[in-house]
């Protein structure tokens, strides 16, 4: 560009026009080519106290294709962003492909909604820019729709943690004698039955043991029904250890799962064990300890990503 430019008057002056951003936005944005530094770094701190220059040099760093100084720019812009500018960063991100101030635009927009649609760039972009004003709207119904699943998804492992928690409690039950003695160490006790839990699958198993639910149809009575699908569950994600010398000593175990064998089970069956097998082995992997290797070098890392990113 040096050398193509146009020669002044003076023959040993050439001019580089740099069009679409203020002179100090390009001064700044060279020497951050020549120091590859940050700019608010190199520049002094009145210049870039509040980050008057950083959606230009976000658009430099963009049409220039330097990577690491769009990284940062992008990011100043996002931690300085206002609900008055963020209709305007949103156009800003979508013309220099910046999909993490997109996504702070979108989350300040999710926040202070009001805010957002009472700024000058939400009544321009109503007049004359509806297609930016529609992919707004767009991201906030895209954000609370994963809101609304991630917290259905949260729920449903919940209930699934629950399911693996009371398969555990009832190896623990019959472990002792079965659930007329059902009188378990205090040491072996998890928080989730300090809640109760044991206790109801107790009165549970003995309600199934005294209301006579396996010699007659257990769809008569709706505890006895709840019962035998919790048997039902445990024989399905029970471990045969029959060959270690230890069978399993929850009723009906090994009845039921030689009944599922010869029976077959359904699809929806087949996934509610699946997930509960997996609640179980992710509960057992939360649950361990991180070996002081492991944390020095997820440490190590963690520094690592965030000195590229700064």
């Known amino acids: 560009m040096i050398l193509g430019a146009r020669r002044g008057w003076d023959a040993g002056c050439a001019v580089v026009r740099v069009l679409g951003a203020p002179s100090d936005a390009v001064a700044a944005f060279l020497r951050s080519l020549y120091c590859r530094r940050d ?11 509040e980050g008057a220059h950083g959606a230009a040099l976000l658009a430099l760093a963009h049409a220039y294709r330097v990577p690491w100084l769009k990284r940062c720019a992008e990011a100043a812009v996002a931690a300085r962003l206002t609900a ?12 220099c492909d910046a999909p ?14 009001g805010a957002v649609e009472r700024s000058e760039g939400w009544r321009f972009a109503a007049r004359h820019d509806a297609a930016l004003q529609g992919e707004l709207l767009q991201l906030l119904h895209d954000a609370d729709q994963r ?3 991630w917290e259905r998804e949260r729920a449903s492992q919940h209930v699934y943690r629950q399911l693996s928690d009371a398969m555990a409690i009832l190896d623990r039950i019959f472990a002792a004698g079965g659930a007329g003695a059902g009188e378990v160490c205090a040491a072996e006790a998890s928080p989730c039955e300090v809640d109760g839990v044991r206790r109801g699958l107790e009165q549970l198993m003995r309600h199934f043991a005294a209301c006579g639910g396996r010699a007659r149809k257990p769809a008569a009575c709706p505890r006895c029904r709840r019962a035998l699908q919790l048997l039902r569950l445990h024989a399905s994600v ?17 009845n039921l799962k030689a009944k599922m064998q010869e029976e077959g089970v359904d699809k929806t069956w087949k996934l ?12 057992a992997l939360a649950s361990r300890e991180v070996p002081e290797v492991a944390k020095k070098s997820w440490a190590k890392y963690s520094s690592r990503r965030a000195a590229r990113f700064r």
């Open 272 to 283: 509610l064990v699946k997930k509960v097998t997996r609640a179980r082995v992710m509960s």
């Open 84 to 95: 008055e500018r963020a209709v305007d960063a949103l156009k800003l991100a979508a013309l």
């Open 39 to 49: 700019p608010w770094e190199t520049a002094g701190e009145e210049e870039w106290a």
């Open 147 to 149: 809101k609304k699943r």
């Open 100 to 113: 993490r101030l997109r996504l702070a635009c979108a989350r300040l927009a999710g926040k202070d909604l």
């Open 238 to 254: 029970c471990e045969d250890r029959a060959g270690a010398g230890e069978p399993c000593r929850v009723p009906l175990c090994s």
